[in-house]
Each structure stands twice: as C-alpha cells, then as structure tokens.
C-alpha cells in the first residue's frame, strides 16, 4: 500500500525519495570501531565560584570524541594516546581549551561565566548547529533566564523587546494572548504571515480559530465567526517556564532549510531538559493583578442645553440638578475597572542518573480579568524523559498536555451595538446605566444605545476552553563514532493535538438580543487540530587526523500530517436559562475542513576550518506540498553562507569581529483551498442551493518565493564584556500569493494568483555592555534596533485594496512602486503603517544580593486607522469634542481621511523586577535546611506607556494578524498593565 | 539488522504514506458540464439565493436616500452621513459602492447555468428551455437592480467571460435597458418552449409562477416594470404601449382588494443555512426609523385616521435624534426574520397600467386604477376629479400613490422622484443635505480599468 502511493509521487518526487532513502541506509550500514587508547577523566566548575558545571560537553580537538559532565560536573572520555586538547563548553560560560599530557590522567577546567551567550550553539539547520560566535546568520537567541523576569502567560509577549528585527504586537488586550510575531518586516501580502513554530523538532499549529462572537456582533454580516472575532493564536498554549531556549530565525538565508514554510521566519523552541544528578526542585509562588492600562474617557456634560447639543432635546430628563447639571457616570471605568487577585503556582523537579534524565513540571495559572467574567486560567503539565539505550541509543520523549480557558468578553468591530467601545461612544455622561441589583433584569437600558455594557459584560458568556497535547520522541543513534568522523542518526516523531471549545451564550433578557427578532444566541464552536510530523535526520561529522577542519554533512526529510477541522454551530431564539445548542429555534451550522501533507527534503554541508574562524555553509530544501496546484512538484530551496572571523584584534585575546554573508530561499505555501474554486452555498425555504463563490482559485498555484541576503558583522570587545552585531537584510519576495480584486461586475471578489514582486529591505543592530563585572556587582546593559522598508517593485494586475472599510476610512492599497503598507484616504496617500524604526533598551543589575532589571520598547513612527475615535467624534462625545473632536469630525464630513489616521509610536516599559535573594539563615529559619535559594520579587509588565495616539493602545488589530491591514483598530478590549508579588524556591 | 528496517520503514513513510491529492473539502465546484437534476436544482435555488442578498439591504439604502426611512446605526455613522450628507464612498461595498457586486453575482450564477444547461442529458429539450427562461428572467431581474442604483453610461453588459480576462466594456444605461428588455422577452421564448413543469422546485414565495407558463406572469410583471422605466427616461409612447402589452399576460388583477398582494415574493428564513431578513426589528427599538415626511404628507381616511397603507407598515414608538435627525416612527412591514420580501406585485402593476394609459390611454383608465388603489389599499376616499385633470398632475397623483403603496419595499421612491425629473420633490432635513442622484461606480471596477475612483 505504501510503496504503491510512494509510486504516485511523480517521477522526480520518486527519485529524490528513492535518493534518501538508500543514503540512509548506507550510512547506517558503515559503523565501526574506532581506535581509542586511554581515559581521561576530570571536573568542570564555575571560575568564579567553584561550583559545578553539569552538562557541560568536554571534546577532544581535532577528534570528534566528546562527553557530558555529571550534576557533580564530573566527565570521563577515552582519548587517543599522546597529548590532547579539550575543548569544554556549557550553556551560559564560555568556551576554554586545555592541553593534557601524555601521562596526565585527570584534569579540572574552570569556566568563565558567558555574559552575552555568545559561545552558546545556535542552529544551522534541522539537526546540525554551531556556536553563535561562528554563526553567518543572525540568529536571535532568548533564554530561560530573559524570558522569565517578568511573569506573562503566553510566550509571545514575553518575547517583546527581547529579539531584534521581531517586531511583536498584541491584537488586543483581552485575556489570554492573541499577537503577532512579525520576524523582518513584510514577508507577503495575502499569504500566511506567522512564522513556523518548532518546538523539541515538532511543528505545531499557531492557528487562529475565530470563537464565532460574529453571531452577536455581527461584524462581517452574515456568516458565523469572522476575522474579526479577536481569536487567539495557539502559540499561547504553551508554558513559557518549560522553555529552556528560543532561537529565532528571522529570513529566507537562516530558515531556508525549512523551506516552502519558512518565508516568516523561523521560532525554535526547546524545552529544559533534567541532567544527571539528584532532584532538584523549583518552586514558584505569584500574586499579582491586572489592571486597565489607558482609558480613553469621554466628554463630561455640563448641565441639559450642553446635553441637548448632543442628544437633539430631552436632555432635561437627565440633567435635573441645579441650573440644569447634570449627574456623570463613568460607565468606562466601571466596566474596566476589575482588579481581582491574580495567581501562578509553578513546581518543577529534573535530575538524572547517567543514564535516565528527567524534568517534570507543572502549572496552575489563574488570571483575572479587568472585566467582569473575563480571565485566563491554564494549567499544564509536562515530562521530559531522557533514556540512553545501550552504548549507542539515546531516546527522548517529551510529554506536554496543557488546558486552558480564556474568558474574552465581547470587543472589536460590530453591526448590533454590543461591542463595548462601539457603544460608549453614544453612551453619554449623564446616562446612568448602574445596575439596581444583582440579576440582568436590573440593568438599565442604554438610552442612547442598543446595550448596556456593564450588563453585557455580566451575563454574556465567551469561553475558549482548550485542551492540548504534545508528544515528541527522538532516537538518536549513534551510527559511528571513531576518532575523526561520527555518523548520528536521529528520528523524531511527533504530534501536536488541541480541542478547542467556544461557548457563547448571549441571553435573550440582553437590552440587544430583542432587536433582531430572535432573542438569545448560542453559539458552539468546536475544533479539533492534528499536527503530525515525522523527520528523519542523518549527521556526519569528519575532522581529518591533520585536524585542519571540520566538515558536517547532514540529510534528512520532514512529513507533515496536519488536520484542522472547525465546526461551529449558532443557534438563535433560546428560552431564558437555557444554554444548550439544541434548545434554539434557529440553528445554523458552519464546518471547515483542512487536511494538508507536505513532504520536505534537504541536504546541507558546513564546514569550518582555519582554526575554526571560517565557516562555508551550502545546502538545499526541496518540497512538495498538497497546498499546491501540483501536489507532486518538489520546490527546491537553497542556501549558502560564509562567515570568518578576525581575532585578537588590537591585540586583544578574546575580542574579534565576525563578518558574514549569507544567502538564501524559502517560500510560503498557497493559503488552504488557494487551488480550489468553491461555490457558496445556502438554503432558501428549505432548498439547498449553489452559487458562485467569492473566490475564483488557480489549479497551477504555487508556493511564494522569498530571495534573501544578510550581510552582517559581529564584533566582540573587552573580552567578550561588550559585543555589537550589525545586520543589513534585502529579500525579495515573489511570485507572490496576489489576492487580486476582480472588478465587481466579474461576479467574483478576488482571484489568486502567483505574480508580482516585493522587496524589503531593513537594518538590524544589537548591543550590550557588561558595565561592571565583579563577584559582588553585575550590570549589565542591552540594546537593539531594527528598520525596514517594505515596497512592491512589480504589480502585474491595477492597484487594489486590502482590509480596512473603504477608502473614506482608509484601505491599505497594494500600488506598484509604492509602500507595501501605505494607507489610502479620499485625499491619497494619508499615512503608513510600518514604523520608521524599533529599539528595545534593557537593564539588569545585581548587586549583592538584590537584582534589578527594566526592558523598554520603542515603536517609533507606524500610523493607525483610529476608527474608534471616529464613532466617538460622530457621537459628538470624545473627551476633547469641544478642543478637536469637532474639527476633526467637521474635516472627515467634508471629505478628510487623515484625520482618523494617527502616529502609533510607543514607547513602553514592558518589564520592571526587583528580587531580593533571602540570606541563607533566613532561607532556612523560614523553609528549612533543604531550600537552597529563596528569592523574592515584584514585577510588573507594561507599567509605563507613553504614546501620542489617541486610541486605546497603538498595538491593537481588529482583523488579528495580518500582513498589511494590521494597524485598524475598532473597538478593541483595553490593554492591562500587570503588577506580581513572587517567592522562588530551589531545593 | 532492525536498525535498516525501521530506517526503511520511516523513510517509505515519510516519503508516500499519505495521498497528496486533497480535492476541497468543504464546498462544491460550479456547475460543470452535463450537470444532474439535483445540480440544477442546487443552481436554480442557488440564483434565487444570490438575488436575495442585496434585497434587504436595498430597501433600507434606497430608502434611506429616497427620505423613505432612516438609519440610526449606533456601529455604522455612514447612513446618516455618507447617504444623507455625501459623498458617496465608491470604494466602500456597503455604502458607496453598494448593490453593483451582488447583482454581478446573480448574474455570473444565471450564466453559469446557461453555458452549460445545454448538456445536460438528464433534462428534456424542454425542462433545459424551461430552466433557461427561469435564469434569463431573474439575470434580467439583476441588470435591473445594478440600473435601479447607477444611472452613469458605464454598464458592462458582456459579462459572461473568465475573471481574468478584461473587464467587461461599459455601455449606455439606455442600451443596458435595452438589453433587459430583450433579454426577458428571450427569457418568455424560451418559458413558452418550456414544457408543463420546471425540472426543479420554487420557493413558496413563488407560489402561483411555479410553472413555466405562470412563470410567464412574473416574467411579463417584470417587463412592465421595465418599459415604463424606459417610457419615463425618454422612450416614451412606444415603451409605454409595450408596457401595457406586457400587463395583459401579467397577472394583474383588479377584481378585489384581496389579490393586491398577490405577487412573486423572495422567502427568507431562520431554518439551517438560510438567513433572515434582517428588515425585522423590534419596531420599539429599531435602528431602521420612518422619515417624517411621510407622515406630514400622507392623506387622512373617510373615517379619520391615516392612510391605511402608512399605518399598516410604520408604528410610533419612544423619539430618537442622532445627529440633527428626529423621528418616533418605525416600519412593521418585516415583522419576522421569515418575513418575505416582494419582487413585485399585483398593487405594482395596477399602478404601473395608471402611469401607461396616463401617457397613451384616457384619463378615466388613469383615475380607475388610481381609486382603485386609494379605496382599496389606503382607506382613503376616490379622487373624483382625476380623470379630468392634466396629465402631469395625474402622474404627481399616481407617484404620490406609489410612494405609499410600495413604501420600503425597495427604494421605489428614489426610483420614481429621478426617472421622472422630480428628484428636487425629495426633501432635505438639515443643511448641507443633499439628494443623490445615483450611486458612484465602485472603486474596484474603476481600478479594475486603470483609471482612479472617481474617473470611471
């Protein structure tokens, strides 16, 4: 059965297959022996310190031998006859080289602490890496320590700031993630826009499955969840305290050997693994809350004829108090102004024998909302189990089930009244919309509006409840290890499962539910999502006996089996208290199905040489994918890069600098369906019928092809206390996945089609300078920055619109020879939404010990459709109506676009911590002799903002991620800055 | 050694387990060649579908310009500023740039049936006529909904080509007229060649037409609609007479105020994948208010009280004011989500056959029909001396009628007061108001043609 579909792959598919699959077996059939003469055993340990350096890797130069301390910092290898080098190295110290003699059996090596991780290994490709200081890329590494200063749930945000060229936004404020990682700038205008997430060498889904709050807010008219829906993407599933290590790679010449999936970029995950040694435990305890960042307020009505210039008359009814004053109620705060008790409790234990290592963890996290019946709870559990399996197998399983439940509200745009910033702008000051009482019944209407937002917020449902699984296992083996060459084997398999839940129920005594004749609205939405994987890699190392250089070859393949399927169900007309689907009236049903295979295949050679100061990589990719309109046609993607080192510069030992290139193509698969013309359908009076589709397809559609140079120097100062790197990008994306506008008398809204050509050109730079570097002080100081430019250079089809609501409010238009992201109004060009730059600026400092740490982040430039102070300024009520809003509405009437359009500079303090170590004798009087470390620490994210856009956060998306029509914002649920209270245990 | 054989095992995975040839999963194709009877009856059903889309929506736009009703939409400000103010965004699909696409779609559905109903072999010579009759008609129903909304000479008729090919070229909105008027008497061909039934079923709100030769009623309604139209924009006595022709095989009827709604009507629904008429709105609450116009003019009955007609759709319910704007009616005429919407009827026709005999008939033909719609429909009292009266008066008399019989049924006002000249009798509320003569052609359609909005 197999080999008869392996027949069905074409005859180019079959031959590249049929090529891998005998080079496998070759290799794995040539093991042998080698020739190995004596024992070296010895201890690595912290320079400064003495304490031991567990899983540091010690090897012998010039040979490919190599073992791994013990939690003790203890190794033994077998070492040629004669005097070797060792070369240790571990995570967080820098790299040293020992001679030992002939006769010399055990050695101890200390190592220096690594302030920048410049020696750590970054990767290079699918199973091979280098370590950063050799690197021809770019390539950002994070690590666990950096991620964790300042508690957040979901691992994007703890990335802001902290990667140059990353540029990461939130789409909204609502609990329980939803952002955009955008690696480089513009990758596409119409194609996927998130990068491919790895984590321990499993892809897993980033889906953003819409909850279906389209059903109430009626955002996109008709239909049952739309982009609008502020959906998460699921890359907040996983607990950012398993993380050991994020590497990202940000362009075509890093990521290309993940080919046709990579044009955005690369983010690998990797877990924190146990190592040999006793248990070692870690205990953290949080408290915290969150509170409403920026409001935006709302004009306060003086007494009835003020009240009258906005409502038309009747404003005495409210405004009875003397001379005519009116009562004023902040309806704003009140709904916002929630500030319960937020907590995390984190417990994990790893350690190991020489051969078992584990680390197991868990997590209960409990966030409460700024509004009522808003909040994200998620617990995880996870089993990272390491088992060595003879002289020669090493086996990994990693074992992560995570659940979660996020409580969103309801927010962004609307067509029913019931979006809370949709509806405050005609929500007056001197409506009292305070309940009397506890039940729904005691909330008044809104007089002004058709809901009143604080009862919404009190009795409309929307739960996201998610339950995940993920699984890999690695094999490694170890097919041939001699003096000057090894072969490894590695299998990894994979799959990454959630269950995703939505439960809307918006109950029919709402003031709102009435309006459309069906009062009440259910809403069940179900999606299930399947990512296999299943990769096969093959590394062989050679050092020839002269010891001159270094070459790794490497071969593998990766299938991808992934499955999403979204059924969602909207039910209308419900009985008041019930909630299930099937007590509606009115049921309508939405399913979505999209299975996807795609098969990559890649070869890759290194080699480093000249004393391990050139690095020559080459390698290629080559796909198939059922996304294209072939499904049997490989892509072929590849990748060439050099870099060299000058060292000792000025003299200097440890300071260099690196100068790169690198080259290379990836590409970024048809969007699901893109090959397919679908008809609509529907039913009228009980009859199914068809009809033409909005979108015409393209049987020959084909991946987009991202082209990509990086040009960089590395440079390393004061022995390694002070390093820079510089970083010039230019990638060219095209045959791009062009959504093209049909004129509207086609019949059709858009055809795809592969055409066209964008070009992106950018500057990244990072500093940091360890200012003082002493046993009792540290201080350490980071920077990055990071520009780009993008413009499309080719446009085979006339100029068309993406996103936005029409020109008056301002669409991003695709135009050749202009920004990608320019914004259009009725008076031409009024804005753009990419920023003329981002730099991040960071700080942490210990001293004795206390420590102390602040990352601020810098958007500046980058324009926003301000679409929600439009409905404030219509409302005739925006806080400053009387000073501009008049103007501005005045100026939008008489035909003006640019009004609404406005600087999204930020600039934020997204992490402030303070932690005290406790003294041991305090340690132990409070926790006992087994607690090793106690620490405290108050933390708080996103404290301080200081933006001149008027809306309620320059990150926020009404249409979630996207491309090009990122910066709208409608509506959204208000950011909230977080304050936590944590204790650290180790023992 | 095992070792190969799992590599062998792995690798054949790896490289062919799965079958990459994933056919969509989710929707149909389009209709292709030979389709079955149950694929036609998917499309025809799918056509009344695509046609129904811009219905609701432009009762309410039509209205809203015509000063039949206004919008005060809390989430959209555009309704009482774009549609009463200006200008007209083109380049907004929901405001501007409305009712262009949607009529297009219907149309692309129609041909897409026509190209291929040929083949197909489980349908006689005469159940393909039929079905070809049903899809001409309700293509020429759509051409008449892009003409309703654009009186530009930028009409591309020759649609029936790939998307990618050029867009289509634009001609005269009097040729586009043409055309309609040609195409439903094609579409009447190929009816009577149509045999006894329809290889496929209509909606309830067709009952009455749902036979190729009661098809034919609908069909000759329509055409009526249409010649009078073109009488008034220029043609004259010649449509007018064709228009008169039309009525005989209509299904007019003036035999008793019980048949005044008879009529083709399109269904909307709550039941799975249909979608309600989104007109029905609680009238105490509803955003979709009544222009106080129409009550300042409307006639009282013998009995007291307020024209029938205006009483059974609108209701008083609590003031509103946005924005300048004040009214505490709302309209009832779409009570439910299922509440149907008419394509036209008997009422229609009664006053379309007044407008026609007032060009190329006598007066007392004129004040016949007239009364009979004041008496029967309004409650009012019969215009004794309309039959004596000019002709340009009695036409003030029958779009005065018309305004009241067809109130929010599909922007008939907006249509009346521009073909007949009489744009400036639409009233302003505020200044700086203005009375759009048409809508703009969409930005899309401009862009489509490498010219910018606003040049097209």
Known sequence: MAVDRLMMGGIVGKRIDMWLLALCLLMAGTASAGAQQRTISGRVGNAVSNEPVAGATVGVVGTVISAVTDARGQFSLSAPDGAVTLAVRAIGYKRRTVTVAADQATVAVDLDHDIFNLEAVVVTGQATSV????????????????????????????????????????????????????????????????????????????????????????????????????????????????????????????????????????????????????????????FGQYRVSHLLGSRVFTDSVDANSAIGSGGSAYCNGPGGACPVFDTEAALWGRHDLSTETQLSVSGGTDNTSYYLSGLLHNDAGIAENTGYQKQSLRANIGQRLGQRFNLSVNMNVVHSLAQRGISNNDNSGTSPYLVLPFTYSFANLNPTGPTIGDYPNNPFERSNPLQTFAFLKNDEDVWRAFGTGTLRFDAITTAHQNLQVILTGGLDQFNQRNDILSPPELEFEGQDGQPGTVVLGKASNLNLTLAGHAVHTYVPASGG???????????????????????????????????????????????????????????????????????????????????????????????????????????????????????????????????????????????????????????????????????????????????????????????????????????????????????????????????????????????????????????????????????????????????????????????????????????????IGMLWDWKKGGDVINLTELLFDFGQNSKDWNTAGQQRLADFLSGLTQPFIQDASYLKLRELNVSYHLPQSATSAMFGQRVRDARITLSGRNLIRITSFRGIDPEVSNFGNQAIGRNIDVAPFPPSRSFFFSIDLDF | MKIRHLLYAVAVLGSGACDYNITNPNSPEPIGNNPSRSIVAAAASGILIAQRSDLADWVIDAGIIGREAYRFDGSDPRFVTEFLVGPLDAGSAAFGGDHWFEHYRTIR????????????????????????GFAETIQALAFLGVLNAHTQDSIPLAVNQPVSSAPAPYVSNDSAYAFVSGLLDLAQTHLTAGGAAFPFTLPVGFAGFDTPANFIKFNRAL??????????????????????????????????PGTLNAGAYIDFGTGPGDIPNFLAQDPQTSDNLVHPMLEDSAETQTGGGLDARFLAKTVSRPSRTVSGLTSDRSFRNYPAPGSSIALIRNEELILLRAEANNAVGTGAAVAADVNYVRVNSGGLAANAGLAAQTAPQRLDAILHERLYSLLYEGGHRWIDMRRTGKLAGIPLDRVGDVRHSTLPIPTDECLARATGPGQC
């Open chain 1, 131 to 286: 370590e950063q200081k050799n690197a021809a890329n770019s390539i950002s590494s994070v690590t666990a320590e950096e991620l964790g200063r300042a508690p957040t749930p979901t691992i994007e945000s703890a990335l802001q700031g902290k990667v140059p060229g990353a540029l990461i936004q939130m789409n909204s404020g609502a609990p329980g993630g939803g952002g955009q990682i955008s690696l480089r700038g513009v990758s596409t205008i119409n194609a996927a826009v998130d990068p491919l997430i790895i984590v321990d060498g499993l892809v897993i889904s980033n889906a953003a499955i819409a909850n279906g709050m389209n059903a109430v807010s009626a955002a996109a008219a008709g239909g049952n969840a739309s982009n609008q829906d502020n959906a998460v993407n699921r890359i907040a599933d996983l607990n950012p305290a398993d993380i050991e290590r994020v590497e990202v790679l940000k362009g075509a010449s890093a990521a290309a050997i993940y080919g046709s999936a990579a044009s955005n970029g690369v983010v690998i995950i990797t877990t924190r693994r146990g190592q040999a040694g006793a248990p070692t435990f870690h205990m953290t305890q949080r």
């Open chain 1, 549 to 851: 250089f270094q070459a790794t070859t490497a071969a593998g393949f990766q299938y991808g089996d992934r499955d999403l399927n979204v059924t969602n169900i909207t039910g209308r007309t419900i009985l008041s208290g019930q909630r299930n689907i099937d007590q509606a009236t009115s049921i309508s049903i939405a399913e979505d199905l999209q299975p996807v295979r795609d098969l990559g295949l890649y070869v890759q050679e290194e080699v480093l040489a000249l004393d391990r100061r050139l690095l020559v990589t080459g390698g290629f990719r080559a796909d198939r994918s059922s996304r294209n309109g072939d499904p049997g046609q490989y892509f072929f993607y590849p990748k060439a890069a050099v870099s060299y080192r000058l060292t000792s510069i000025g003299g200097n030992d440890g300071d260099e600098i690196k100068l790169r290139a690198a080259w290379g193509q990836t590409g970024n698969l048809p969007t699901f369906g893109a090959k397919f013309t679908p008809d609509t359908t529907g039913t009228i009076n009980g009859r199914f019928g068809t009809f033409v589709g909005q979108r015409s397809g393209d049987a020959t559609i084909k991946p987009e092809r991202q082209t990509e140079i990086e040009l960089g120097a590395d440079v390393i100062l004061l022995n390694g206390r002070a390093n820079a790197t510089f970083t010039f990008f230019n990638k060219t994306i095209s045959d791009l996945l062009l959504l093209q506008t049909l004129p509207p008398s086609s019949g059709q809204v858009d055809r795809i089609f592969n055409g066209g050509k964008l070009r992106n050109r950018g500057f990244e730079a990072s500093l940091g300078y360890a200012l003082v570097q002493s046993p009792e002080m540290s201080w350490i100081v980071r920077g990055t920055f990071f520009s780009y430019r993008p413009v499309i250079v080719d446009l085979p089809v006339p100029t068309f619109q993406t996103l936005g609501f029409g020109t008056a409010l301002g669409a991003f238009q695709i135009e050749q020879g202009k920004s990608a992201t320019q914004i259009v109004g009725n008076e031409g060009v009024v804005g753009d939404a990419t920023p003329d730059f981002q730099m991040s600026f960071s700080t942490d400092a210990d001293y004795k010990r206390w420590s």
């Open chain 2, 109 to 132: 559905s129609t041909n897409n049936m026509l190209n291929v109903i040929g083949t197909a072999t489980a349908l006689s010579a005469a159940e393909q006529n039929a079905t070809r």
């Open chain 2, 223 to 256: 055409k009526a609609r249409v010649e009078v139209y073109r009488a008034s924009r220029g043609c004259g006595n010649p449509c007018y007479t064709a228009a008169l022709t039309a009525l005989g095989a209509s299904f007019i009827d003036t035999t008793g």
